[in-house]
């Protein structure tokens, strides 16, 4: 008798542990942030590996912005440009950040969000950064 109630138990253990690591995985998808992260860490990356040195990129992240803020993530840690390792990390949710790299030798400068003063248009987030060559250490 003892070893069915064990069994039991181990079981509803086990279906619970199934249950809330099924539960934590639809919540990360919930909004959007895994897609809307790994989304934008592919297409800055296509970006800067497309560029040449000298230009200046702004790219639209009202929906990024969006989604970072409703999850309690600052302006300031959505968006990471790692030089030294041609990282460009977005993480829209405390804790968590989609990384990839890129594969031409420049560094990314000047970054920041820009929020425009209000206009006739709609309002729009906009990340801004300037691709220079890379600095050589000699």
């Known amino acids: 008798m003892e070893n069915i109630v064990i069994n039991y138990v181990i079981y509803i253990l086990i279906v619970v542990v199934f249950f809330i690591i099924t539960m ?30 000298g230009e200046e990129v702004y790219l639209d992240i009202s929906k990024a912005t969006k989604v970072a803020l409703r999850r309690g993530q600052s302006f300031s840690n959505i968006f990471q440009f790692d030089n030294v390792n041609n990282v460009v990390s977005v993480s829209l949710a405390p804790g968590r950040a989609t990384r990839f790299s890129f594969f031409k030798d420049v560094d990314i400068v000047e970054w920041r969000i820009e929020s425009p003063s209000s206009g006739a248009g709609p309002i729009t987030n906009r990340l801004y950064f300037k691709i220079v060559e890379a600095k050589k250490n000699e």
């Not at 934590?24 to 040449?52: C, H, M, N, P, R």
């Open 24 to 53: 934590l995985y639809v919540t990360a998808f919930q909004d959007g942030a895994v897609a809307l992260e790994d989304f934008y860490a592919k297409q800055i990356v296509k970006i800067i590996d497309l560029s040449a040195p």
